[in-house]
């Protein structure tokens, strides 16, 4: 059974990093395009970023661009969110999702065309 775990959470200081990782199991996610959205109360789930099979491809919402950097280790089934000078807005659940199609990065940003998802991390920037 297909299954995203993520991790690396945590309530820090605007201005602060964190770096969340999901690791994926379960089927092959490797040619997949994997993606970090995230949540607020009485919202939908916002797209952060995306990154393509092999890496070498990323995307961003404006909002978190020059600020966030998605990878990917395929070796270890583990795509990571790197996070840097935070700001009380990013305060919400992020949560790790991969694209059951392979070798298509079309809708990326579109959390309706994920078809795995991890439970969410919290994260929590105070100002």
């Known amino acids: 059974q297909a299954q995203l775990v993520e991790s690396g959470g945590g309530s820090v200081q605007a201005g602060d990093s964190l770096r969340l990782s999901c690791v994926a199991s379960g089927r092959v996610f490797s040619n997949s395009v994997m993606g970090w959205f995230r949540r607020v109360p009485g919202k939908e789930r916002e797209f952060v970023a995306a990154?393509?099979?092999?890496?070498?491809?990323?995307f961003y919402a404006d909002s978190v661009k020059g600020r966030f950097t998605i990878s990917r280790d395929n070796a270890r089934n583990t795509v990571y969110l790197q996070m840097h000078s935070l700001k009380p807005e990013d305060t919400a659940v992020y949560y790790c999702g991969s694209r059951g199609v392979q070798y298509d990065t079309t809708y990326y940003e579109r959390a309706d065309r994920y078809d795995y998802w991890g439970q969410g991390t919290q994260v929590f920037v105070s100002s």
């Open positions: 990154i393509a099979w092999l890496g070498r491809t990323s």
